[in-house]
């Protein structure tokens, strides 16, 4: 194995003091562009932002460590990002469809304690991830749940219920939810698995959710939140 040209490449020694030269340069030059663009730019990251970010580490990258790349360029094409992050914002602010179309809108996911499947299913988001995030919340079934939104920024805004209006719901703690039925042997409410959907079901040996068309059942629970 050549350990030189796996340590160095094609650098020779004398570069590594302009690497770090170049370093601090790019950094401080970083540090300023950010603060232009400012706290919203860097706290939760639209996709539009987020490719900001991946462009400003690509152009402060290359001359830190590649010698045909100057500083120089390096700033020009730092400028030109800054340039188009601060065109499109205007647009963004201007025009309602161009902020829908690179920051997209907030998505109803619950409403009555029923997942909304059309919208839950537009997103990439698992049964799993989703409920982790609402027992973090002190969530322990969707009747406690009026809606919940995803936000633009991709976070979950939760709104309950009073505890007088708190519904029958789906169970999301683990142990309950994977205690699913096919087989109603005894009247009491029942929440479908797959929509939340809840309502009162004799015996019967199976029954289908009016809302989904799914057959498989959790017994709901109808515990106040504790916070």
């Known amino acids: 194995m050549n350990w030189q040209q796996l340590l160095w490449g094609d650098l020779d020694a004398t570069f590594l003091s302009q690497i770090g030269i170049r370093t601090c340069v790019m950094f401080v030059i970083l540090l300023f562009a950010l603060s232009i663009l400012g706290k919203r730019g860097v706290k939760q990251l639209s996709i539009f932002e987020l490719v900001i970010i991946i462009?400003?580490?690509?152009?402060?990258?290359?001359?830190?460590?590649?010698?045909?790349?100057?500083?120089?360029?390096?700033?020009?094409?730092?400028?030109?990002?800054?340039?188009?992050?601060?065109?499109?914002?205007?647009?963004?602010?201007?025009?309602?469809?161009?902020?829908k179309l690179l920051e997209g809108e907030p998505i109803y996911l619950i409403e009555d304690g029923v997942f909304l499947i059309k919208n839950f299913n537009k997103e990439s988001l698992g049964y799993d991830e989703f409920f982790s995030e609402m027992r973090q919340k002190s969530v322990s079934h969707l009747g406690q749940i009026d809606s919940a939104i995803m936000e633009i920024s991709g976070e979950?805004?939760?709104?309950?219920?009073?505890?007088?209006?708190?519904?029958?719901?789906?169970?999301?703690?683990?142990?309950?939810?994977?205690?699913?039925?096919?087989?109603?042997?005894?009247?009491?409410?029942?929440?479908?698995?797959?929509?939340g959907f809840t309502e009162i079901i004799s015996v019967k040996s199976e029954h289908f959710c009016p809302n989904c068309k799914h057959n498989q059942w959790v017994k709901s629970i109808n515990n106040l939140r504790i916070t």
Not at 170 to 186: A, D, G, R, Y
């Open 55 to 99: 462009s400003f580490g690509s152009a402060a990258g290359d001359p830190m460590f590649y010698k045909e790349v100057g500083l120089l360029s390096a700033l020009a094409v730092i400028f030109c990002i800054i340039l188009c992050y601060k065109i499109t914002t205007y647009l963004v602010f201007k025009y309602k469809a161009v902020e």
């Open 156 to 195: 979950i805004s939760l709104y309950f219920y009073e505890d007088k209006d708190v519904l029958y719901g789906l169970p999301i703690l683990p142990v309950l939810f994977t205690s699913q039925l096919h087989v109603i042997i005894e009247e009491k409410h029942y929440s479908c698995t797959y929509c």
